[in-house]
């Protein structure tokens, strides 16, 4: 093999290297905002579920939900481990996403 053949892929294979590091980089940024958006998407449902549970302990008992386990005990949630979330006295949900 020549000498000029052997520079031609030389520079083939860093040319190559060059454009898969430029897509791997559009690549990792533009999935890091969908990882964010999931995880707004996720808090925000998770609250909407809270308040849904809370509401329906109301219909069912007359009293308010006062922990995430009297809520769980109830049948109305699956486990207490939520994003960030509490359910507090008068079935108030407090708490804030965590970032």
Known sequence: MSPLAVVGIVIAVIVGLVFGAIFLAVVVFSTRGVTNDSKAAACATEKRTLATAVEAYYAETGADAGSLSTLQDAGLIRDT?????AVGPGGVITGTCPS
Do not use: C, F, M, V
């Not at 481990?81 to 979330?85: A, D, F, I, P, V």
């Open 81 to 85: 481990e939520t994003l960030g979330y």
